[in-house]
Protein backbone atom coordinates (compact mmCIF):
# COMPACT_ATOMS: atom_id res chain seq x y z
CA UNK A 1 0.00 0.00 0.00
CA UNK A 2 1.30 3.29 -0.83
CA UNK A 3 1.25 6.61 1.25
CA UNK A 4 -0.59 9.59 0.07
CA UNK A 5 1.41 11.84 -1.61
CA UNK A 6 0.86 14.67 -4.46
CA UNK A 7 3.04 15.28 -7.30
CA UNK A 8 4.01 17.13 -10.27
CA UNK A 9 3.40 15.68 -13.57
CA UNK A 10 3.95 16.80 -17.04
CA UNK A 11 0.54 15.76 -19.14
CA UNK A 12 -0.93 17.04 -22.71
CA UNK A 13 2.32 19.42 -22.93
CA UNK A 14 2.10 21.30 -19.42
CA UNK A 15 2.97 20.76 -15.69
CA UNK A 16 -0.04 19.13 -13.60
CA UNK A 17 -0.82 17.74 -9.68
CA UNK A 18 -1.46 14.48 -9.54
CA UNK A 19 -2.70 13.14 -6.14
CA UNK A 20 -3.01 9.73 -5.53
CA UNK A 21 -6.59 10.15 -3.80
CA UNK A 22 -7.95 10.87 -7.16
CA UNK A 23 -7.27 7.10 -8.00
CA UNK A 24 -9.24 5.61 -5.24
CA UNK A 25 -10.89 2.44 -5.76
CA UNK A 26 -8.95 1.89 -9.27
CA UNK A 27 -6.06 0.02 -9.91
CA UNK A 28 -2.84 2.31 -10.46
CA UNK A 29 0.93 1.51 -11.51
CA UNK A 30 3.32 3.66 -9.97
CA UNK A 31 6.29 4.11 -11.82
CA UNK A 32 9.62 5.84 -10.92
CA UNK A 33 12.72 5.88 -13.17
CA UNK A 34 15.24 8.14 -12.06
CA UNK A 35 19.03 6.79 -13.02
CA UNK A 36 18.82 8.66 -16.21
CA UNK A 37 19.34 11.63 -14.38
CA UNK A 38 22.52 10.34 -11.95
CA UNK A 39 25.73 9.34 -12.78
CA UNK A 40 25.85 6.55 -10.60
Not at 17 to 29: K, N, T
Amino acid sequence: MAPVFTAASFQDGEIKDVRLEDYRGRWVVLFFYGSDFTFV
